[in-house]
């Protein structure tokens, strides 16, 4: 593995097999890179790394700590047994990749987070053998793209951005003591600037035996931008900004751009950033990228999903089922234990009790939220009016993403509580106009009687 040195002093950057150069002079069907690292304008040498394999098309970004070049050996033994780990399963990606041999994205997330793992061990064994370094650690950001899937693994306050069709969006949660502070209402953005250790992060790869690896996987459709950052450049952008400078910057000027305004305004830490672009599609929007942006549209538009941030909707948008219905044919049968919620995607169904039509629902509506927490027979019996294809989420899978992700927990709990809470309303004023009405026939009736 070749390495070489780019802006700023002691920048590891590490390319396999391809130098940016020749990632840059690729055929335009291929994905190209382009990564910078910088020592920043007030340290004296570069504690960042990062690291391409253009075969395996990997992605990382690592910010070590820890000082006397601890830190710098950190992130580069941590960048450098993640990659080999995943080199070592190549042929296990490429079965993912043609869709046989039985692998599936659980056991890629898996991987990756053994990878990390691994590393974390690495660090940490190499810090315990040498005083000078011991307490070393890195944050890491893995970027792992196999076909039309995307793979994340991350932990500190480096970032993963996503750029698609003019929206930025962050992939990836800060592990860090001012994000925690904000999540929990302790602290204000307006009082980041005096808070003593900005810098704190509240999770590092290699600082103990073992650390807890965030992962995510989601849809890659032609024309993504990523950015890799640490946070000697996140700490100088907005996201509005972000959006902003994708769209009038050049791809292969993007990176160092980056770099320029994290030195103007500051440069207080090492700077490293990757632009990853996916070609984009030959002739305007593929099938696709129409079918994730219909399903990701319906579901933020759901009260029951409208608090999610984009990375929670995808991990949401992981654990649904896309099934199609030919006219006629029944979705839920009345009467039968239903344990899934159904949201119209196209074409449009019809609520009915035996003949009689309820309903009729189109895209965008949903039927049975209250299957996923109640396991009550079905009241009535949905069949398709026209073909139509149904986005599914079932019980079981709502339930385990509750029970692994406590930020979505909550906001979704919530989000429950406040549907069932206009129902109830609904419900208690229906009542009162059909008591009123009640009244208004006795009276009518008790009129009539005395004349």
């Avoid at 860090?176 to 204000?188: F, V």
């Avoid at 839920?332 to 995607?345: A, H, R, S, T, Y």
Wanted: aromatic residues 6%; charged residues 30%.
């Amino acid at each position: 593995m070749g390495s070489r040195a780019l802006t700023g002093r002691a920048a590891a950057g590490y390319f396999s097999p391809m130098s940016q150069a020749e990632s840059a002079a690729e055929p335009a069907e291929r994905i190209t890179f382009w990564p910078l690292t910088d020592v920043g304008r007030v340290r004296d040498h570069n504690e960042d790394s990062f690291l391409v394999d253009k075969k395996l098309n990997l992605f990382i970004v690592a910010d070590g700590m820890g000082g006397h070049a601890a830190g710098e050996v950190a992130s580069q033994v941590a960048a450098r047994t993640v990659r080999d780990v995943l080199a070592q399963s190549r042929d296990m990606l490429h079965e993912f990749e043609a869709g046989h041999g039985g692998i599936g994205r659980h056991d890629i997330l898996r991987l990756l987070e053994s990878a990390v793992q691994q590393a974390c061990s690495a660090v940490y064994n190499e810090g315990q053998e040498d005083e000078s370094k011991r307490g070393m650690g890195t944050t890491i950001d893995a970027l792992l793209l196999i076909g039309s899937r995307g793979f994340i693994a991350h932990v500190g306050d480096s970032r993963v951005y996503l750029y698609r069709q003019s929206a930025v969006h962050q992939l990836t949660e800060d592990h860090s003591l001012i994000n925690e502070l904000l999540k929990r209402g302790r602290l204000s953005r307006e009082q980041i600037e005096k808070l003593q250790y900005k810098n704190a992060v509240t999770r590092a790869v290699g600082v103990y035996e073992s650390v807890e690896v965030d992962t995510l996987d989601f849809d890659v459709l032609k024309g993504d931008r990523f950015l890799l950052a640490s946070d000697g450049l996140t700490g100088y952008l907005e996201e509005a900004e972000l959006s902003r400078l994708f769209a009038e910057t050049p791809e292969d000027q993007l990176s160092q751009r980056f770099i320029d305004l994290a030195n103007e305004r500051g440069g207080k830490d090492n700077i490293t950033a990757i632009v990853v672009k996916v070609p984009d599609a030959e002739s305007g929007v593929d099938r696709l990228a129409r079918e994730v942006n219909l399903k990701l549209e319906v579901l933020h538009k759901m009260p029951l999903f409208r608090h999610l941030t984009y990375q929670e909707l995808v991990r949401v948008l992981n654990i649904t089922e896309v099934r199609t219905y030919d006219p006629d044919q029944v979705i839920v049968e009345e009467g039968d234990e239903g344990d899934e919620l159904f949201i119209v995607l196209t074409g449009q169904v019809r609520v009915h009790s035996g003949e009689a039509v309820l309903v009729r629902l189109g895209p965008g509506q949903h039927l049975g939220e209250m299957a996923l927490v109640d396991k009550a027979p079905r009241s009535a019996s949905v069949s398709a009016d026209e073909k139509a294809k149904m986005l599914v989420i079932r019980r079981r899978e709502f339930f385990d993403i509750i029970r692994k992700d406590h930020a979505i927990a909550v906001k979704l709990l919530w989000s429950f509580l406040g549907v069932l809470t206009e129902r109830l309303r609904t419900t208690n004023a229906r009542l009162g106009e059909a008591t009123d009405k009640k009244g208004e026939d006795l009276t009518d009736a008790l009129l009539a009687d005395s004349e």
